[in-house]
Structure formats: C-alpha cells, structure tokens
C-alpha cells in the first residue's frame, strides 16, 4: 500500500487518516499475515511430495494460508469496526480468481455531514 498525499481526487483518504495512521494500519495487517503465513519449508515440502502424494501434500500450506485469510478479514473488520469506520472510511479484501488486495474507500454517507 501506498500513502501519497499529492494524489487529489475529490474525497482522499489524507483528508480522513494521517500518515502515521495509515502506516500503523498497514503494519498490523502485515504483522497479522507474517504470524499466520506458512514458513518456507512448509511449502517446499509440499512442493516436493507432491509427486508422491498426487498433490495432497499442497493441502498443509493451504491450510495454514487459509488461516492467514481469516486473520486478515479479523483485522480488517476490527479496524473498520474501531478506526476506519469513526473516520468515513471503509477497507475490504478483495479476491480475484489468482491474485487479492485491499481498497480502502471514502464512504459517501449523506446522512452524516463528516463523511462528505
């Protein structure tokens, strides 16, 4: 994730979270992944069984993935829930068919003047 302050659209994230607000946001999501990410061996053992295994030795990474995709959406609803949400912002996990990322969005809430 990037912090740019010069990019301008009409509601920017820097009008709703510092700098040093989004780079602690940032650092509990990767410190959340790195506790729950598997180890390189983990991964290279499924990669080497798996010709003897006819690819079930793939499930132990996968499962200790899976793991760090649950950790993840954990975080991200806590930060809505407590920071972001207070702050009309809105971070979600989003998932493609071979690749994932974070937005994080502006909340357009007529309702609240704050959020506009």
């Not at 912090?3 to 990767?30: A, G, R, S």
């Not at 499924?46 to 793991?67: E, K, M, Q, R």
């Not at 993840?72 to 690749?99: H, M, P």
Request: charged letters at 20%; aromatic letters at 12%; glycine letters at 4%.
């Amino acid at each position: 994730m990037v912090y740019n302050p010069t990019y301008n659209p009409e509601n920017k994230v820097v009008n709703h979270l510092t700098k040093d607000e989004f780079f602690y946001l940032v650092n509990n999501i990767n410190d959340t992944l790195r506790a729950y990410w598997p180890c390189n061996a983990t991964i290279w053992i499924g990669y080497l069984l798996a010709p003897f295994t006819l690819g079930l030795s793939f499930l132990l990474p996968n499962l200790c993935i899976s793991d760090a995709k649950i950790g993840l959406i954990k975080v991200i609803e806590r930060q809505n829930r407590i920071k972001l949400n207070d702050r009309c912002l809105n971070l979600r996990y989003v998932q493609g068919w071979s690749t994932s990322w974070l937005e994080l969005s502006v909340r357009h809430e007529p309702s609240e003047s704050r959020c506009e």
